[in-house]
């Protein structure tokens, strides 16, 4: 007799979704077993298909509901459950603030290990829609189609411009309206797409590598200006050049619009050449009367509006007087080190990416502020005994390291040097909680703020301001 086959999948039925916990997924449990379950909300009651196995836990989807959350709401976009992007729109924005701060409160406190004063409450997005300032869209001659669309697939052109399906390098979903970024983003990429397709031109097939048209960057200042950076894979010159044109004329709104050829086999572009067509190749955002130069490669923080709240509670927990060293570790384009610049008496800002280093010295320049120097390097390596005796001891460290945390060494450096006060800001409190736990035998934690950059996703900021002892 033949062996029936195994199924693949488990199904699990009749299962309540308990806690929303890391990464923005729910925890449910089956004969004592943890499930971690995605795009559900606590009080959901479900059938899951589980599609990971581990010893300790499990993971799973839904595939059917049996009762709604009483925290749910009706998610705005149609294209909710397969675009990345705003993966929390189900769950109103009094609860997505409820549960950013239970996850830095949950973090700091289970990880960190250290006494800790009450949490300051969330700071809430004023914006909880149209606030990015940055967008990257990539074309594809084969865009993903939803289960309705497969139904009449011949009334569809398959030639998309969107977002990467979660995991998915090869799928881009096809973006109608995007509610993440402000006139007149939507209006400029359905363009570019309908241009694109009336013209023929090819939309670039990431798994044969070949076609034309193969990415598009739109970023929408404060002060206005609007940058627009097209990536080809070919240098066909009157195609580049004939869409060039038509935007120009199209969207007389845009300031600085340009255009890479990337022949690579993948789309970062920070070694190429980015090639300005029409306006400056550059767009300035604005904080308290500062401007910042921002360039094709420059990072600036996407929630500019929300940055500046940021910023401005960093400055507030570093309580400047006008006499201060400031470090700025993590500067970037030195966006904080100029922001403060003018409220201490230097400022030395230390940042691995050499291009935004120097952003950050055109960022002191344009604003004639002459009190900061920046650095290029690794910074377990630039932070060094050489370095503090130099400037000297700093009587006030800002730090805002990348998603992993500091390097061990720079803890180390910064429990030798004793600063007065430490302004960690982080957008990972995992990290920042073990950070806190190795400089908690030289400081002590005074106030802990979390900050909502990112409304709809689980993403969540939080400083924290240590004192030393
Ligand atoms: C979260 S961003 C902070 C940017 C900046 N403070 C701002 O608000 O715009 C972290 C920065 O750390 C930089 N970085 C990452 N690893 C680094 C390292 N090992 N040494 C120095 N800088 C690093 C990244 O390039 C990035 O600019």
Redesign the pocket.
């Known amino acids: 007799m033949r062996k029936q086959k195994k199924q693949k999948f488990e199904i699990l039925e009749n299962i309540r979704i308990e806690e929303m916990v890391a990464e923005g997924k729910c925890l449910a449990r089956h004969n004592n077993m943890v499930i971690f379950v995605s795009g559900v909300a606590p009080g959901d009651v479900v059938d899951l298909r589980v599609t990971r196995k581990k010893k300790s836990f499990l993971e799973a989807v839904p595939v059917a509901f049996r009762g709604y959350s009483e925290l749910r709401v009706q998610p705005f976009c149609e294209h909710f459950g397969v675009c990345g992007g705003c993966k929390w729109q189900h769950i109103g924005y009094d609860t997505q603030l409820y549960y950013k701060q239970k996850q830095v409160k949950d973090n700091l406190e289970r990880i960190g290990k250290v006494a800790m004063p009450e949490f300051d409450p969330i700071l809430g997005s004023a914006k909880t829609r149209y606030y990015r300032n940055k967008l990257e869209f990539t074309f594809s001659p084969n865009g993903w189609l939803t289960n309705e669309q497969i139904k009449s697939v011949e009334e569809f052109d398959r030639n998309a411009l969107g977002f990467h399906i979660p995991g998915r390098f090869d799928k881009i979903l096809d973006i109608q309206h995007c509610y993440l970024q402000p006139d007149p983003s939507n209006a400029i990429r359905l363009e570019v797409r309908k241009y694109g397709r009336e013209h023929g031109l090819e939309f670039f097939d990431v798994v044969k590598q070949a076609g034309f048209l193969r990415n598009l960057i739109i970023r929408t200042a404060n002060t206005g200006e609007l940058m627009v950076i097209l990536q080809v894979f070919r240098n066909d010159q009157e195609d580049i050049l004939g869409i060039m044109e038509h935007l120009k004329v199209t969207f007389p709104e845009i300031t600085s619009l340009q255009y890479v050829v990337n022949p690579k086999g993948n789309e970062t572009y920070h070694d190429l050449e980015v090639v300005c067509y029409h306006g400056l190749p550059y767009i300035h955002e604005e904080m308290e009367g500062i401007q910042f130069r921002v360039g094709p490669k420059s990072?600036?923080?996407t929630n500019a509006e929300q940055?500046y709240e940021l910023y401005r509670l960093a400055r507030e927990l570093a309580d400047l007087k006008g006499d201060e060293l400031v470090y700025d570790l993590?500067?970037?384009?030195g966006?904080?080190a100029n922001f403060v610049a003018r409220q201490c008496r230097e400022v030395i800002g230390?940042?691995?990416?050499p291009s935004?280093i120097e952003d950050a010295k055109i960022n002191s320049q344009i604003n004639n502020i002459n009190n900061t120097t920046f650095y290029a390097?690794?910074?377990?390596d630039i932070l060094s005994n050489e370095l503090l005796e130099r400037h000297g001891r700093p009587d006030v460290v800002i730090t805002?390291?990348?998603r992993a945390g500091m390097?061990e060494d720079v803890v180390a450096k910064l429990l030798e040097v004793h600063a007065n006060r430490i302004v960690y800001?982080s957008?990972n409190p995992a990290t920042q909680a073990r950070d806190l736990e190795l400089l908690s035998t030289k400081y002590d934690v005074a106030r802990v703020q979390p900050v909502d950059m990112f409304p709809q996703t689980h993403h969540v900021e939080n400083i924290v301001l240590l004192i030393a002892k």
């Open positions: 990072f600036y923080q940055a993590y500067t970037g384009a966006t904080i230390i940042e691995y990416v935004a390097g690794d910074m377990k805002d390291p990348p390097h800001v957008c």
